[in-house]
């Protein structure tokens, strides 16, 4: 088995502002860790309608499609941007999701890793917000459960901001676990613990500012671990922003690259356990370029050394 890698030159294509941290960089960056590396290389294609519809109304994809200039680069909320790229990084960013699932889930691959942008765990139903316009992991999420018959499927997100944006879009599925830790207080400012959703299927981890990776792993090994254990998915997800680094400047958890291997590792432990190794990681945050580089290429390679196992 392999561990595939599906990204997408379009998505170096979605300009933003000077000085914006969700720049081509990141990717640029990112890709430049991943290089040399055993990988399976895939092309992300653009999403279907079909899977956009399945957490996003009609509205939402037609205001955004109405919104893409022809040239300079418009705003759409207060964080977020369009450039006459962005509208074909952002189809190839939730492409490339559904993508990786779908390899998954055929024993093409054994796990995946999208890196693309932009980012999606922010985009609610009908908003975009932080630099996100479609929910691409719940896109994913929603394919694999109803496109591909999964009973269950368990997204946990390590980005340092909560996902509200995927919260808001599965959180109406029982099938669906969502667990997020991220620092609070902190924007969104969403994400409380005793925020569960309607069915229970929700854990929001709150961290302190100014914890480490000791505090981190307890959490994950107190609380995150068992509710992946006890839900039973089929697939396991995986929001991997890595802007709890403690280099990063928009933010301030303090963990490093070993703190994103052994999170990945244990994570790859369970979905050995639960649902035969399957796993699907989307690239989320991470904005000081040496330290997402060097954070995604320690999350990669544990899925390499597991997709190899």
């Known amino acids: 088995m392999t561990t595939a890698l599906i990204t997408h030159p379009d998505c170096l294509g979605h300009e933003t502002p000077e000085g914006h941290p969700e720049q081509i960089a990141r990717l640029e960056h990112v890709l430049a860790a991943l290089e040399g590396k055993e990988l399976r290389r895939v092309t992300a294609p653009l999403v279907a309608e079909d899977d956009l519809l399945r957490v996003h109304p009609h509205s939402h994809i037609e205001t955004i499609r ?7 680069i418009i705003q759409l909320d207060a964080d977020t941007y369009m450039s006459p790229g962005t509208l074909a990084a952002a189809h190839r960013a939730a492409g490339g ?3 990786a699932v779908d390899l998954v889930i055929s024993g093409e691959a054994q796990n995946a890793f999208v890196a693309t942008r932009p980012p999606g765990h922010h985009a609610e139903r009908e ?3 932080g630099f996100c316009l479609f929910g691409n992991i719940a896109v994913a999420a929603k394919h694999a459960l109803d496109h591909h018959g999964l009973s269950r499927v368990a997204i946990v997100d390590f980005d340092v901001h909560h996902g509200n944006g995927t919260q808001d879009l599965l959180e109406d599925d ?7 830790s991220h620092q609070f207080p902190l924007w969104p400012g969403t994400g409380t613990a005793d925020d569960t959703g309607p069915h229970d299927t929700i854990l929001n981890l709150p961290l302190a500012p100014g914890t480490g990776g000791e505090g981190f792993r307890k959490i994950y090994e107190d609380k995150v671990f068992p509710a992946v254990t006890a839900f039973k998915p089929d697939l396991l997800l995986i929001s991997a922003g890595f802007d709890a680094h403690r280099d990063d400047p928009l933010a301030d958890l303090r963990l490093t690259e070993d703190d994103f291997a052994w999170v990945t590792g244990r994570l790859c ?12 990681s989307c690239l989320e945050g991470g904005y000081n370029l040496m ?6 290429a320690a999350h990669v390679d544990v899925l390499i050394a597991r997709g190899a196992a």
């Open 66 to 72: 109405a919104a893409a200039p022809k040239e300079g």
């Open 97 to 99: 999701a559904v993508r």
């Open 127 to 129: 908003t975009t917000m």
């Open 174 to 180: 029982a099938r669906a676990l969502f667990v997020s």
């Open 269 to 280: 432990d369970l979905a050995d356990d639960l649902c035969g190794g399957r796993v699907v």
């Open 291 to 296: 330290a997402l580089a060097q954070s995604a």
